[in-house]
Nanobody, 126 residues
Framework: QKQLVESGGGLVQAGGSLSVSCAAS????????MGWFRQAPGKEREFVAA????????YYADSVKGRFTISRDNAKNTVYLQMNSLKPEDTAVYYC???????????????????WGQGTQVTVSS
């Protein structure tokens, strides 16, 4: 199981930007996809964005399309999430995830996550 280490996040006002990153430890790393989930207090963990490791196709939840951008650096085994035009409802703990299995339509499912990051808090004030 790969260790995923997250960094970034923090506090920002509505309309602002934040970024989070997630680095996988070890030299050999070939996930099917990596991405981000988030969990707000009292809510279920939800999918945010994913990127296929080979090819780089990206996927987004409707709630973040046009505002968030996911990217990866294969050489650094790192995935990034740039969050713009943040809203108070984006406030949550953001978790990085990696999966070894997926498909074209659902590259990253919480049921198939092989490794989770420790989570990083993103707080958007109104």
């Amino acid at each position: 199981q790969k260790q995923l280490v997250e960094s970034g996040g923090g506090l920002v006002q509505a309309g602002g930007s934040l970024s989070v990153s997630c680095a996988a430890s070890g030299r050999t790393f070939s996930p099917y996809a990596m991405g981000w989930f988030r969990q707000a207090p009292g809510k279920e963990r939800e999918f945010v964005a994913a990127i296929r490791w080979s090819g780089g196709r990206t996927y987004y939840a409707d709630s973040v399309k046009g505002r968030f951008t996911i990217s990866r650096d294969n050489a650094k085994n790192t995935v990034y999430l740039q969050m713009n035009s943040l809203k108070p409802e984006d406030t949550a703990v953001y978790y990085c995830a990696a999966t070894l299995v997926g498909n074209y339509y659902v590259p990253l499912s919480s049921a198939n996550v092989a490794s989770w990051g420790q989570g990083t808090q993103v707080t958007v004030s109104s």
